[in-house]
Each structure stands twice: as structure tokens, then as C-alpha cells.
Antibody, heavy 117, light 107 residues
Framework: QVKLLQSGAALVKPGASVKMSCKAS????????VSWVKQSHGKSLEWIGE????????NFNEKFKGKATLTVDKSTSTAYMELSRLTSEDSAIYYC??????????WGQGVMVTVSS | DIQMTQSPASLSASLGETVTIQCQAS??????LAWYQQKPGKSPQLLIY???SLQDGVPSRFSGSGSGTQYSLKISSMQTEDEGVYFC?????????FGSGTKLEIK
């Protein structure tokens, strides 16, 4: 069965960076795009960007360009997202998802990032 | 970006009741719409894609319809396990955008 296992919660200081992981299993990792989604304060969802593991091609929401960096390690079927220059506005839960056509058919369990001094 | 407007923001329904949630896009999205359910403390789960196709494993009491800019999600007989927040999402144009969510509770 398809699973996306994300890394644990992170507490980081303002101005720092955080890198989170998303390990895929149960399907061919290189066949599907992986998207990342932000959920702030239990509210709605924002699409951050996506990466195609086979080629490393990426697409980003303009709002998150310069904030998020997406990478993959094909050898371990793991996708990564690094968020830089963190502020309190970046405190949120971040999900990785598998993309089927244009929809998000499997989601990781989420990573809670708290930015606080 | 395409704006997705969901209504209502919240509603409560009795067991067995039919529930309908609406989603309006700011432009024609040609059925490029999905619905997700999020239970408390859990990740969202895909229910409906392509406006009306049921994701594998989703109970048949869920259905989606609509076209153009207007879409709806119907739960034909409300069950306890259907409590949660429901989001619509357009996938026609980048960036994919989501509605603000509808919180569904048991009355």
C-alpha cells in the first residue's frame, strides 16, 4: 500500500532553516510528482510546490519561491523540503503528498513546524 | 490565482440526513476539482476527483457533481464517521488552490 512517512516535529528559531523528509513506499517513487502543502493553525491549505523525482523538475507557488527548496533522493525514495529564513508565519503543519494527474491522492502524516525563540 | 469559495463554513447534520457542500471557482475549471475530508488530527484524504469520480475505498454515500464554476459534494446519509472538515481544490491551473473548508458536525 502507498505510504508517505514524514519526519518528526521541529522547533526552530526565527531566521533559521528547517529540512523535512518524506519517505515514499508502496509505489514506484519516480513515476509520480510529490507536492508539498502548508496548513496554518488548523485552517485551510496552501500548495507550496512539487517535484518530479525522475528528473528533479520543480514547480512552485510564487508565494513560496525563495522560501522552499525541494529535492529528492531516488536511492531511498525520499523527498525533502527545506524552508529558509523562518518567521512565525512559517509555523504550520506541512504535508507531502503524491500527485495523481492534478489531484493529491496520498498524504503524509504531516510535520508540525514551530518557529519560536 | 483561481479563488475557491466554499459554503457553508460550518454545518451540523443529523444521522441519516443528506448534506450538501458547495464550492465556487473564480473561473471555469472544467471539472478539474477534487474534494478532501480531514478528520481532527489527521491528514486530508481524497474523496472525489475530476468533480464526480469516487476515489477507491470511499463510501458510495459520497458523490460529487458540477461543472464550469459551480461544484458540490453530497453525503447522502450522514454517518458519525463523516464528521470533519471538507475542502475543495482546483487542479486546472497552477498553483492548485483550495477552498477555506466546511466543518461538518453531527447534530
Amino acid at each position: 500500500q502507498v505510504k508517505l512517512l514524514q519526519s518528526g516535529a521541529a522547533l526552530v528559531k526565527p531566521g533559521a532553516s528547517v529540512k523535512m523528509s518524506c519517505k515514499a513506499s508502496g509505489y514506484t517513487f519516480t513515476d509520480y510528482w510529490v507536492s508539498w502543502v502548508k496548513q496554518s493553525h488548523g485552517k485551510s491549505l496552501e500548495w507550496i510546490g512539487e517535484i518530479y523525482p525522475n528528473s528533479g523538475a520543480t514547480n512552485f507557488n510564487e508565494k513560496f519561491k525563495g522560501k522552499a527548496t525541494l529535492t529528492v533522493d531516488k536511492s531511498t525514495s525520499t523527498a525533502y523540503m527545506e524552508l529558509s529564513r523562518l518567521t512565525s508565519e512559517d509555523s504550520a503543519i506541512y504535508y507531502c503528498t503524491r500527485v495523481a494527474a492534478i489531484f493529491l491522492d496520498y498524504w503524509g502524516q504531516g510535520v508540525m513546524v514551530t518557529v519560536s525563540s | 490565482d483561481i479563488q475557491m469559495t466554499q459554503s457553508p463554513a460550518s454545518l451540523s447534520a443529523s444521522l441519516g440526513e443528506t448534506v450538501t457542500i458547495q464550492c465556487q471557482a473564480s473561473e471555469d475549471i472544467y471539472s478539474g476539482l477534487a474534494w478532501y475530508q480531514q478528520k481532527p488530527g489527521k491528514s486530508p484524504q481524497l474523496l472525489i476527483y475530476g468533480a464526480s469520480s469516487l476515489q477507491d475505498g470511499v463510501p458510495s454515500r459520497f458523490s460529487g457533481s458540477g461543472s464550469g464554476t459551480q461544484y458540490s459534494l453530497k453525503i447522502s446519509s450522514m454517518q458519525t464517521e463523516d464528521e470533519g472538515v471538507y475542502f475543495c481544490q482546483q487542479g486546472l491551473k497552477y498553483p492548485p488552490t483550495f477552498g477555506s473548508g466546511t466543518k461538518l458536525e453531527i447534530k
